[in-house]
């Protein structure tokens, strides 16, 4: 494992909005100590930007996937990337 910084940008679709998902997350991405911001979108989705280490950026991947994320997660599509390092902390947008 390096000590490289990632940027995990994603779209959760299913029933993630109105049932905490995105204050769920936000603790998640604490607790990973990542920064960045999650969001509802208009079409019913959540977007995620999230920057950390590749380790923490593969937890929250998988807990996305997981039972343990809120509401009913269908899909989670996603890419990594270099991080812009954009970010001092972590944010719900609303």
Do not use: C
């Amino acid at each position: 494992m390096t000590d490289e910084t990632l940027r995990l940008t994603a779209r959760i679709t299913g029933v993630v909005q109105g049932v905490g998902f995105r204050y769920w997350t936000a603790r998640k991405a604490d607790e990973l100590l990542l920064k960045g911001t999650v969001r509802n979108s208009a079409d019913g989705s959540v977007e995620l930007v999230a920057e950390g280490s590749a380790a923490d950026v593969d937890s929250i991947v998988k807990w996305l996937h997981s039972s343990r994320a809120p509401g009913r997660v269908e899909n989670v599509d996603f890419q990594v990337s270099d991080a812009t390092g954009e970010f001092d902390d972590f944010r719900i947008i609303d």
